[in-house]
Nanobody, 113 residues
């Protein structure tokens, strides 16, 4: 199984980014998916979860109303649309298959002026 994140980068406060996580080696449409993030010297933080069908999603309070998780089961991809970014959103963002504890390597997001 392989999870490959992309789409990170440097963005100014108030800006937007769209992260992607492409999965291979598993029947993607069978599994819920999570996004997590890890900032330097902080615990890994859960960000959002989406059900296998994409019909239901839930978010951490810290990102609710700003981030949107979605998925495309034809492309085996889960997305994280991030808007109104803040410096405290700076972290490595990782996708995760909770049922199997699979993790990607992450993509760096830096929010700074």
């Amino acid at each position: 199984v392989q999870l490959v994140e992309s789409g990170g980068g440097l963005v100014q406060p108030g800006g937007s980014l769209r992260l992607s996580c492409v999965a291979s080696g598993l029947i993607f449409s069978r599994y819920d998916m999570n996004w997590y993030r890890q900032a330097p010297e902080k615990e890994r933080e859960w960000v959002a979860r989406i059900t296998s069908s994409g019909g239901w999603a839930t978010y951490a309070d810290s990102v609710k109303g700003r981030f949107t998780i979605s998925r495309d089961n034809v492309k085996n991809t889960v997305y994280l649309e991030m808007n109104s970014l803040k410096p405290e959103d700076t972290a490595v963002y990782l996708c995760n298959v909770p049922e199997r504890n699979y993790w990607g390597q992450g993509t760096q997001v830096t929010v700074s002026s």
